[in-house]
């Protein structure tokens, strides 16, 4: 079975500051990695995703994470923060291959905050 | 495209009564899954769908809960008799075969007193 943590429940930033909000993983075998946002009273919405191929991954609104498999980790990462990235963000995993989308495990979510 | 529709956004009932939550997948996607997300809990898979096909219900919590597929383009998730601790807010999501990213709802937000 698959498991995230997300280790910073809440992300307190200024505005134009970079950000990075991690994200570890546990699984005994290969796995896609995902980074979903949701804004308040919204549903989530997918920010970037890893399948193969080059370890960073850039997604929507400037955000990029880059996989790490010797630290089973996908931080995701963004070099200048702005008010309209307040929100929460998931981190969520799932077996790798297969002719079903299976399962996608969600961690608990970090809630980021920008201050002006 | 209108996206994954779900209806109603939010809920109020009493506890005991049946409650009936709707989802209506992107045209053309195989998959539909419903998440429910509380605080203590996170989100949680409930159950999924492939092609109409209950898939997985090892997340339904209890009898009380069901779901069902009828057709490519609708799904109900029915708490019946609901209870409080059922309050959550529940998503559907929907996804195409090999697109490894799912769409989903709005959701709906469920308060049963």
């Known amino acids: 079975a698959q498991s995230v943590t997300q280790l910073d429940s809440q992300v307190p930033v200024f505005e134009e500051a970079p950000v990075e909000l991690r994200c570890n993983y546990s699984?005994?075998?290969?796995?896609?990695l995902f980074w979903y946002v949701q804004y308040p009273n919204q549903g989530l919405q997918l920010l970037l995703k890893?399948?193969?191929?080059?370890?960073l991954v850039k997604g929507i609104n400037g955000f990029e994470a880059e996989f790490n498999k010797s630290q089973t980790s996908f931080h995701l990462r963004k070099p200048s923060v702005h008010i309209s990235d307040t929100a929460e963000y998931f981190c969520?995993?799932?077996?790798?291959?297969?002719?079903?989308?299976?399962?996608?495990?969600f961690g608990k979510g970090t809630k980021l905050s920008v201050k002006p | 495209d209108a996206g994954v529709i779900q209806s109603p956004r939010h809920e109020v009932t009493e506890m005991g009564q049946e409650v009936t939550l709707r989802c209506k997948p992107i045209?053309?996607?195989?998959?539909l899954f419903w998440y429910r997300q509380t605080m203590m809990r996170g989100l949680e898979l409930l159950i999924y769908?492939?092609?109409?096909?209950?898939?997985?219900d090892s997340g339904m919590p209890e009898d009380r809960f069901s779901a069902k597929m009828p057709n490519a383009s609708f799904s109900t998730l029915k708490i019946q008799p609901s209870e409080p601790r059922d309050s959550a807010v529940y998503f559907c999501?929907?996804?195409?075969?090999?697109?490894?990213?799912?769409?989903f709802g709005s959701g709906t937000r469920l308060t049963v007193v």
């Open positions: 769908f492939n092609n109409n096909v209950p898939i997985d």
């Open positions: 699984s005994s075998v290969s796995v896609y």
């Open positions: 045209s053309g996607h195989d998959y």
């Open positions: 890893y399948l193969s191929g080059s370890t």
């Open positions: 999501a929907s996804s195409g075969q090999g697109e490894w990213g799912y769409t």
């Open positions: 969520a995993v799932t077996r790798r291959g297969g002719g079903s989308q299976g399962n996608l495990i």
